[in-house]
C-alpha cells in the first residue's frame, strides 16, 4: 500500500463558494488542519498546510484556480517529491447521497472537472475520497447544483464533514501499519 503524503482538497476559492456542495473537499481540509492546528499558507496557485498525523508529515492542498484548473497544483507537489499513488483526493460526489463517503483508489473522472483536471496532469493512479452531495433530478441542473448550498444543516453538514475526517484518520493510520 502507498503512504499517503499529500491530500488535496477540491473546491472552489472565495467566499460566495465556501459552504457550496462542490467546496467539499476544502471543507473537510479545513477541518483537517484545525483538528491538527495547522496554518494556511499561500504558495503559487495553492493554500499549503502542513500537519502531523500519528507522528506522519502530511501536505493539505487546496487548489486556488477554481475547478477545473485543480490540476495546476501536480507539478509543485512532484517536485517535492510527491508521486500520484502518494495523494488522496477529497471531492463532492454527484453518485453517491448526501451523508455517505468511500476511499476508491484509481479511476476515471465520472464528469467531475476538478478530477478531470488532476487526471490530465498526473494519470489516474491516486486515492479519493468520495463525499456524497447527492444528484438533482434533472441532469441540465447539475451545474447549478454542485455551485449551491447544501440542504442539510450546518450542523448535519459539520457532522458529516467530521466523519470525512476520521475516515482519513484511519486511512493515514492503516497506511502506517502496512509499511
Wanted: aromatic content about 8%.
Amino acid at each position: 500500500m502507498n503512504e499517503i503524503k499529500a491530500i488535496i482538497g477540491l473546491g472552489n476559492p472565495g467566499p460566495k463558494f465556501s459552504f457550496t456542495r462542490h467546496n467539499a473537499g476544502f471543507l473537510v481540509l479545513d477541518a483537517l488542519a484545525d483538528r491538527y492546528y495547522g496554518t494556511w499558507q499561500e504558495k503559487g496557485p495553492m493554500l499549503i498546510c502542513d500537519i502531523q498525523v500519528g507522528g506522519k508529515k502530511l501536505a493539505l492542498v487546496k487548489p486556488q484556480t477554481f475547478m477545473n484548473d485543480s490540476g495546476k497544483v501536480m507539478p509543485f507537489l512532484a517536485k517535492q517529491g510527491i508521486k500520484p499513488e502518494n495523494i488522496l483526493v477529497v471531492h463532492d460526489e454527484l453518485e453517491k447521497p448526501f451523508g455517505t463517503r468511500a476511499i476508491k483508489e484509481g479511476g476515471s473522472h465520472r464528469g467531475h472537472n476538478g478530477l478531470r483536471s488532476i487526471i490530465a496532469h498526473s494519470g489516474p493512479d491516486f486515492k479519493r475520497l468520495r463525499f456524497g452531495i447527492g444528484r438533482p433530478e434533472r441532469k441540465e441542473d447539475v451545474s447549478d447544483y454542485v455551485l449551491q448550498r447544501f440542504d442539510a444543516s450546518e450542523s448535519e453538514v459539520h457532522d458529516q464533514v467530521d466523519q470525512a475526517v476520521d475516515m482519513i484518520e484511519r486511512e493515514i493510520m492503516t497506511d502506517e501499519s502496512d509499511t
